[in-house]
Antibody, heavy 120, light 110 residues
């Protein structure tokens, strides 16, 4: 059974960079059938797609956040990572890593999510 | 940019009743890329319906999706206690490649 697990600091200072890693188990991140991405959810609010990456390294980002988001992949560790620069309180959210189907584009597996708070 | 608007914001129903949730796009979208998710409190979203009408693995047949163009519907034929949750529609668009969510519909116990 595929599992995704987010890890990283739960507290980030404003203006600094948020960094999270997603470890994939039970399947290969080098699958040609999937993208690997990040979605966030501010407390009490809806879902916002941040971006995703293919095992080859090609990536797509939410245009509204593109200047601040970087997603990378490490196939040797079966991991992919998120960096969000210049954070503010508005970036406080639960961050989910997830698998996207490369054909029909649905998000079919999600991590449990990790709360990141941007505060001094 | 395509915007997805879900209605109603909150649906108050009793177990056993039928739930009809709407997702409307600001312009015509491909049914192939219209997806529905369920999110229970404190949990990650779960895939329900993809391709507008195909149930994901393990999803009960009381859940069904329909629609085309700009109007899509998620129907829960008879609400079970575990179905009270928030439901999101989502669309993939390819110019540029983006995944867009609706704001969600909360189905609560009346």
């Amino acid at each position: 059974q595929l599992q995704l697990q987010e890890s990283g600091p739960g507290l980030v200072k404003p203006s600094e960079t948020l960094s999270l890693t997603c470890t994939v188990s039970g399947g290969s991140i080098s699958s040609s059938s999937h993208y690997w991405g990040w979605i966030r959810q501010p407390p009490g609010k809806g879902l916002e797609w941040l971006g995703n990456i293919y095992y080859s390294g090609s990536s797509y980002y939410n245009p509204s956040l593109k200047s601040r988001v970087t997603i990378s992949v490490d196939t040797s560790k079966n991991q992919f990572s998120l960096k969000l620069s210049s954070v503010t309180a508005a970036d406080t959210a639960v961050y989910y890593c997830a698998r996207h189907d490369a054909d029909t584009r649905e998000i079919d597996y999600w991590g449990q999510g990790t709360l990141v708070t941007a505060s001094s | 940019e395509i915007v997805l608007t879900q209605s109603p914001g909150t649906l108050s129903l009793s177990p056993g009743e039928r739930a009809t949730l709407s997702c409307r796009a600001t312009q015509s979208v491909s049914s192939r890329y219209l997806t529905w998710y369920q999110q229970k409190l404190g949990q990650a979203p779960r895939l329900l319906i993809y391709g507008a009408s195909s149930r994901a693995a393990g999803i009960p047949d009381r859940f069904s999706g329909s629609g085309s163009g700009t109007d899509f519907t998620l129907t829960i034929s008879r609400l079970e206690p575990e179905d009270f949750a928030v439901y999101y529609c989502q669309h993939y668009g390819n110019s540029p490649p983006t995944w867009t969510f609706g704001q969600g519909t909360k189905v609560e116990i009346k």
